[in-house]
T-cell receptor, first 115, second 112 residues
Framework: DGGITQSPKYLFRKEGQNVTLSCEQN?????MYWYRQDPGQGLRLIYY???????QKGDIAEGYSVSREKKESFPLTVTSAQKNPTAFYLC??????????????FGSGTQLSVL | AQSVTQPDIHITVSEGASLELRCNYS??????LFWYVQSPGQGLQLLLK??????LVQGIKGFEAEFKRSQSSFNLRKPSVHWSDAAEYFC??????????FGAGTRLFVKA
């Protein structure tokens, strides 16, 4: 079945440590996204990518980095510069936006906590 | 700035009762509007979307939503709620391009 796979399901970060969240899709989608979800705040866009080797900052990119070396993969690194990383992270994908009615397909998320 | 408002943080409904979740957006042009549902610890799943045509749209799991331009609203409804509908519901707005703006969500509790 086609879909988006995020791993790990749970991740713990020590202070000063960088951690990487994995996101893989087999939907042949051009666009991929990373969202952060905090209770009561909805979803906020961290980074998005339209095509391989290209990505753009979202609303809360500080303290995060991404790469898009393959169409299927869009890993997110939470760096030590992100002082409040505890959150639920969601990866999503879509066909290349045209009219804007394209829906997002979501992975099942990674819960990141600080030790 | 564009925004999506879901006025109710949580709602409790009895099983079998009707449901309406409110959503308001702030943008002049006709937006593309979506409702997504999230079960605990899971990703989001699309319930329905509106982008043109009939202002009453049908979705999965018996949900429907009505776009009212005069009220800048896109409320989600279901005639009879089932216990399995307990989840968090997000209204979202997209104008074209890559950015989707989400509301803060409404958590639905269903009591027996």
């Amino acid at each position: 079945d086609g879909g988006i796979t995020q791993s790990p399901k749970y991740l713990f970060r020590k202070e000063g440590q960088n951690v990487t969240l994995s996101c893989e899709q087999n939907l042949n989608h051009d666009a991929m996204y990373w969202y952060r979800q905090d209770p009561g705040q909805g979803l906020r866009l961290i980074y998005y990518s339209q095509i391989v080797n290209d990505f753009q900052k979202g609303d809360i990119a500080e303290g995060y980095s991404v790469s898009r070396e393959k169409k299927e993969s869009f890993p997110l690194t939470v760096t030590s510069a992100q002082k409040n990383p505890t959150a639920f992270y969601l990866c999503a994908s879509s066909v290349r936006p045209g009219l804007g009615d394209e829906k997002l397909f979501f992975g099942s998320g990674t819960q990141l906590s600080v030790l | 700035a564009q925004s999506v408002t879901q006025p109710d943080i949580h709602i409790t409904v009895s099983e079998g009762a009707s449901l309406e979740l409110r959503c308001n957006y702030s943008y002049g042009a006709t937006p593309y509007l979506f409702w997504y549902v999230q079960s605990p610890g899971q990703g989001l799943q699309l319930l329905l979307k509106y982008f043109s045509g009939d202002t009453l749209v049908q979705g999965i799991k018996g949900f429907e939503a009505e776009f009212k331009r005069s009220q800048s609203s896109f409320n989600l409804r279901k005639p009879s709620v089932h216990w399995s509908d307990a989840a968090e519901y997000f209204c979202a707005w997209r104008s074209g391009g890559f950015k989707t703006i989400f509301g803060a969500g409404t958590r639905l509790f269903v009591k027996a």
